[in-house]
């Protein structure tokens, strides 16, 4: 190998390797300096549960619509602007009152301006007013075998921790009120 | 995998140069028997060089004797040779599938940082110790394999730092970022295996992005329109390393992925279904976003750019003419048929499937053909199973309501061995043609 093909073959061995660090410095990043927050979980179909060695997830804020005048605060939502499918969905999370509940308010396009905590999503679908919407937490990689305490668990929630352009990462399982160890 | 064959050529020609120093023995006693008609002509033109002086008698001795050494030992030579390759290769591939269901296995028990050191720190050392037997120590074909697997084991982490930190996997993004890290590499250590992954992570990636772009939405017949143009872009760019002795090596999978690509596609469009579900876009003459239109354009200026380039630096090569100006007139055709199918202009879903069943057996042929000229066997094996799969296709279209199926079936396979027959005597008359012999005992 010529000395120039083999800087280029060192070349493109570093540009490998930073590229796998920078994905994971992002995460990291993520995880350390990003705000956190605490995602209920909602059933999914028992048959989508899992697909190999991953619980799939689905949020109360995965499907969304509007729905300002419900009874309970805490489930108040409101869509701004027209949402397709493809379109990005910054979600605000606005704290209602001091638990770590929140009614929800999606905008498309930009956040809403002034939020303190938002997360970005990918609408998936929008059909009648409804938007469903993934956020790239939809997954949970677990050992092989573990995926049954979680689905037998009666309440799981997902803490994330979100950067300033939105981006959620997870941190951990809430599985029936204890953080789960892998 | 090519192979080459240096290596034993070099012992099998130190063995006839030992002979050809005996001062006492005359040239034409050192030669071994001529067996065939070919190694007789070979003979006669040799001589004939030697009288009108083009060769000196020493090189037309050396090439008789190098020729007239015995086939088996030479046979013999190659089939070692490609026994390393194949366990080497077969090495790589399990290790490197070892190292993927790795990944799936979920290693949750040490710690990320230290569980990410070891394989990314593992990946590099993979290419050092590949570097040090391919470049370094004369083991081209070991290393080889093991650099292949470096770029398997690259793979396998973009993979594994998703699922650390629970991202979603099934994303052709990572695939697409699996291609952009391996490609040089392809380039750079002249793998040819390496190329073949890279293109074929290339369109399983583009190809599964695509679907997820036209999955239930109306933009079905704009992504298909834009995956055939990237065949005929992929196929462009292969035959532009053609033209360049130095990056020729690595046109086949270009050319193989492109027509494959191309062909596929082009069977699903054969479908009036296809068509008829997606009446809507075709009923009311589609409007194309802009964005749309931008990368269409993109796309196909890549394919006229790598096109232009390839027919401005052909007459450096020996290309004939009315098979380069064939080639070029398919690609166009493929990317003229694929703004079609974009734009969809015309309200005739007839239109649409005759066309495209047209173009599929332009391809199919034109593949076979290409793959006869220029000697390319993934072509011609591209070519055969797509018209089988096209004739059966038909063939159940055609039959299954006016026949009985046992009938059906039994016509079938009458066809099918009648094709079968004809077929074996083609490859025979290939095999000859490219001047290959197949052992009596190969089945």
Known sequence: ?182 | MTEETQNNDSDQIAGTNTQQSDPEVTPTSTLAPIASERQNWLKTRVEKWRESGIISDDQSEAIINYEAAPEEPFRLGLRFNRLIVVLATLGAILIGAGIISFVAANWQGIPSIAKLALLIGGQVATYGVAYQLQFARGYPRIGGAIMFTGAAWFGANVFLVAQSYHLPTDNPDLLIWWFLGILPLAYIVRSNAITVMAIGIFIVGLAWKAGTWADGSENFFGVVGILLLSAAVIYAIGTLHLVREKIKFHAGPYLAGGALLAIGVTYILTFAEVFRESSREINNFQTVSSSQIILTSIVTIIAATALAMTYRFSPHINRNSSQRFAETAVVVLVVALGWILITLPLNSIGFYVVAFNLLLVLLIFGTITLGIVNKREALVNIGIIFFVIDLATRYIELTVDMLDTSLAFIIGGLLLLGVGYGMERARRKLLTQFGLRESSHDS
């Open chain 1, 1 to 182: 190998m010529t000395p120039r093909l083999k800087r280029l073959f060192v070349v493109v061995i570093v540009i490998q390797v930073v590229f796998l660090l920078g994905l994971v410095g992002y995460r990291e990043a993520t995880l350390i300096y990003g705000r956190t927050a605490v995602l209920q979980t909602v059933p999914v179909d028992p048959r989508d549960l899992f697909k190999g060695e991953y619980v799939t997830l689905r949020y109360e804020i995965s499907t969304l619509r509007n729905d300002r005048k419900n009874p309970d605060p805490k489930k108040r939502t409101r869509l701004i602007g027209n949402f397709n499918e493809g379109d990005t969905a910054y979600v605000t999370l606005i704290t209602v009152g001091l638990s770590s509940s929140y009614s929800i308010l999606a905008q498309a396009g930009e956040p809403l301006s002034g939020a303190d905590l938002f997360i970005k999503g990918k609408v998936t679908s929008s059909n009648d007013g409804t938007i469903t919407v993934d956020y790239g937490i939809e997954q949970y990689f677990i050992l092989e075998g573990r995926g049954l305490e979680i689905e037998q668990a009666d309440d799981v929630k997902v803490r994330v921790k979100i950067n300033r352009s939105g981006t959620a990462a997870i941190e951990a399982l809430i599985v029936d009120g204890e953080v789960w160890r892998p």
